[in-house]
Each structure stands twice: as C-alpha cells, then as structure tokens.
C-alpha cells in the first residue's frame, strides 16, 4: 500500500508505533541502518527514501527512475548504501550529496538481491541472469564471476548468523549455500529442499545460534531446515491467499519467528 510501518513486539500488544507515508506504490525493500535511527525504502514508484525512525520524516529522496529491487547500507558508513536496479546495474548512493558515487555493470538482466559478506569488504549480487557475481567493495568489476549450466535465479540472499557461509533461494525449489571464507564457492554437499518457491523471491534466515533455516513458499507455509542435516525439522501453513514471502528469527527470543504473506498479516510464531 506504499507505507513502511514499525512495530512494537516488545510489549506482546503488537501495534504499529510509527507509520511512514512517501511513496505512491508498494515498498519492495526495505533496512534499518546499523543504530536504527535511519532506514531506506524503496518502491515500486522507483523512489528510493531514507526516513528518520523517530520523526517519521523522508529525510532524502533518491531516484534515477530505475526500480531498485533491494537496498543495504554500506555496514561501515550509514551514508552509503547501494540498490540493486532494474537495468542490470547496481548503484552505490551517496546520502550525502544525494548524488552516484559508484556504477557496478556486468550483469546482463535486471539486479534482483545484494548481500555484503567478508565484514563488509565484499558484497555478493544475483540478477534474473542466473549468475551470481562478488565484488569487492567501492571496485566496479568483479572478483568473482560465478556461472553454472544448472543455476537458475536467485532472488534472495542471507547470511549464516555464526559461520563464513550465505545461502540463496533458487528458483528450482531449493536453497543453496555458498562458502564465504578467501573464494566464493557454492557447496555442493548442502542443499534444503521440500519447499515449492518458483517465481518467489522468498525471504530466508538463520536461526541467532546457527542450527536451523527458515523459508516461507509460494503456497504459504513456514519450512524450518536443520542446518547440519539439511533435512525439514518443521513444516506448517502460515499463510493463506497466496505465499509466505518473509521470515526472520527474532534476535534476542530465540524461539520466536516472525512471518509474512500475500493476505497482508504479519505473524509471530512461538
């Protein structure tokens, strides 16, 4: 509906503490900077904005009437943030000037997914090219450049929270893993699978220990991987009309999760 909400989960009364109105179509990213006073939106108005948390003020407004697929800040500087576009580029913005500091071009189809690894010195981008390519950071050609025949899109990324891993949603019905250690290399021994997620870019994530993965599918239920194993721990429905498009573990409350789907609910499991 084009807003950005923030909610209060703290207090178990989960409203809405703050709702920010800017864009006039529907948000497709979204991240709070490393202290949380700032985050960036971006929509599907091909605007990107940067919010004051506490005010609920745009405190910028970028565009270069391209539609950014994902936005993540620069986890050294919260004035840096980069956005992966619609014109096979990815764009790296400077807060400040409000201007390009920085063009990263070899992608041949539209950028869908950006994931900083290394502590920040390399980031990781994906694209409907199938091609998974790595960067190191302000360098505008790639120190990897990673094709397979059997590689399909991956539109989702997301760190391992306590090893040099990160793990892709193919559109093959499967997640796979890549090791982030001196190389990018995609290993081949873990892959999680059972879950329906073609033409979904279903958000994923790893439990704050390490120990277990989650993923929402195109028919809306909620998967939970062993990480060691690879096999399904849990399955259930969590959402109706349509995919479970987002799921986080809650940083401090371990067992509790965060989902949510096409029906417009955001749900808290236990």
């Given at each position: 509906d084009?807003?950005?909400?923030?909610w209060?989960?703290?207090?178990?009364?989960?409203?809405?503490?703050?709702?920010y109105?800017?864009?006039?179509e529907g948000?497709?990213?979204?991240?709070?900077?490393?202290t949380?006073e700032?985050?960036l939106?971006s929509?599907?108005d091909r605007y990107?904005?940067?919010?004051d948390?506490e005010?609920?003020q745009?405190?910028?407004?970028?565009s270069?009437r391209?539609?950014?697929?994902s936005v993540r800040?620069y986890?050294?500087?919260?004035n840096?943030?980069?956005?992966a576009?619609?014109?096979?580029?990815?764009y790296q913005w400077?807060?400040?000037t409000g201007?390009?500091?920085?063009?990263y071009?070899y992608?041949?189809?539209a950028?869908?997914?950006?994931l900083?690894?290394?502590?920040?010195?390399?980031?990781?981008s994906t694209?409907?090219?199938?091609k998974?390519l790595?960067?190191?950071?302000d360098?505008?050609?790639?120190?990897?450049y990673i094709?397979?025949p059997?590689?399909?899109?991956?539109?989702?990324l997301?760190?391992?929270?306590?090893e040099?891993?990160?793990?892709?949603q193919?559109?093959d019905n499967?997640?796979v893993?890549?090791?982030?250690?001196?190389?990018?290399?995609l290993n081949?021994?873990k892959?999680f699978?059972?879950?329906?997620n073609?033409?979904?870019?279903?958000?994923?994530?790893?439990?704050?220990?390490?120990k277990?993965?989650i993923?929402?599918?195109g028919?809306g239920?909620l998967?939970?991987?062993?990480?060691k194993?690879?096999k399904?721990?849990r399955?259930f429905a969590a959402?109706?009309?349509?995919?479970c498009?987002g799921a986080?573990?809650?940083?401090l409350?371990?067992s509790?999760?965060?989902?949510?789907g096409?029906?417009g609910?955001?749900k808290?499991?236990?």
């Open positions: 084009g807003t950005c909400k923030v209060d989960v703290a207090q178990e009364s989960y409203h809405p503490l703050r709702t109105l800017g864009h006039s948000i497709r990213s979204a991240q709070l900077n490393a949380g700032r985050f939106s929509g599907f990107i904005r940067l919010w948390t005010t609920g745009a405190v910028s407004t970028f270069n391209k539609m950014s697929y800040f986890p050294h500087d919260n840096i943030f980069l956005a576009s619609s014109d096979n580029k990815i400077d807060a400040r201007a390009v500091a920085q063009e071009h992608h041949l189809q950028c869908t997914s950006l900083f690894i290394d502590q920040g010195r390399k980031f990781v694209s409907d090219d199938k998974l790595v960067w190191e950071y360098i505008p050609v790639p120190v990897q094709q397979e059997d590689m399909h899109a991956i539109p989702a997301a760190n391992h929270t306590t040099d891993y990160f793990v892709g193919s559109m499967k997640i893993v890549y090791s982030n250690n001196e190389r990018v290399k081949r021994k892959v699978k059972g879950h329906n073609t033409g979904y870019a279903c958000q994923m994530d790893v439990s704050p220990n390490g277990y993965l993923s929402g599918d028919l239920s998967y939970i991987w062993d990480w194993t690879g399904i721990f399955k959402h109706d009309q349509g995919p498009m986080i573990w809650h940083p409350h371990a509790r999760i965060a989902t949510c096409w029906d609910l955001i808290i499991w236990e």
